[in-house]
């Protein structure tokens, strides 16, 4: 089965860190992606990773262990902005056309 | 920068009635998905399209859907008798594995359908 678990909902302060994890089980594994999704609008691409250790780029890293199944989004100096729907979305290696399976998302509110 | 774009912005129709999502994804991709998003709920593969025919369908996609790609530009989702539970946000998206790199998806803004 694919199953990808993330928590649904979580709160910081502005200017702080925060970490959003990802853990998943999926027939296969040919990269994970991390998406911003504003409410109403399409998932915009943030983060990638497809072999063990951190990715960085800019205020933002993901991190993943494959043997784990485990992977995190960091969010540094956080901004109002980045209130928004974080989702984690796998590409399965059994896929041929790389679809993606996608997490519940975890909903980010950011206050001041 | 090139974009996904998707029409209408939002689709009212009545159960039974037949429907049409439009999109047009990135010009110089090859690989065409639709997604659904039902509110409060998970982004759903639906299809993937690649080399004008279905590469890949998900459980949800049943006889009711289709999808073409009618010219060079326009890859569209048709729905033959809306349901209810059809009511969702519809997210195409498009990538080009052969450029190398990463090939994440690009997405569209959506369409959101509402059956009555």
């Known amino acids: 089965g694919q199953n990808i678990d993330q928590p649904t909902e979580m709160t910081a302060t502005e200017g702080a860190i925060v970490q959003i994890n990802c853990t998943y089980q999926?027939?296969?594994?040919?990269?994970l992606f991390w998406y911003q999704q504003h409410a109403g609008e399409a998932p915009t691409f943030l983060s990638y990773?497809?072999?063990?250790g951190l990715e960085e780029k800019g205020r933002f890293s993901s991190f993943l262990s494959r043997s784990k199944g485990y992977s995190y989004l960091l969010l540094k100096e956080l901004q109002m902005k980045d209130s928004a729907s974080y989702l984690c979305?796998?590409?399965?290696?059994?896929?041929?056309?790389?679809?993606?399976?996608f997490g519940t998302g975890t909903r980010l509110k950011v206050l001041a | 920068e090139p974009e996904v774009t998707q029409t209408p912005s939002h689709q009212v129709t009545q159960m039974g009635q037949e429907v049409i999502l439009r999109c047009v994804p990135i010009?110089?991709?090859?690989?065409f998905y639709w997604y659904r998003q039902i509110l409060g709920q998970k982004v759903e593969f639906l299809v993937s399209?690649?080399?004008?025919?279905?590469?890949?369908k998900s459980e949800i996609f049943d006889d009711q859907f289709s999808v073409e790609r009618p010219d060079g530009s326009n890859f569209t989702l048709k729905i033959r008798s809306t349901k209810l539970e059809d009511s969702a946000m519809y997210f195409c998206?498009?990538?080009?594995?052969?450029?190398?790199?990463?090939?994440?998806?690009?997405f569209g803004p959506g369409t959101r359908l509402t059956v009555t």
């Open positions: 999926t027939s296969g594994f040919n990269g």
């Open positions: 010009s110089n991709h090859l690989y």
């Open positions: 979305a796998v590409r399965p290696l059994a896929s041929g056309t790389y679809k993606y399976i």
């Open positions: 990773n497809v072999l063990d």
């Open positions: 998206a498009s990538s080009n594995p052969l450029q190398g790199g990463l090939y994440e998806q690009y």
């Open positions: 399209f690649y080399n004008n025919e279905i590469s890949e």
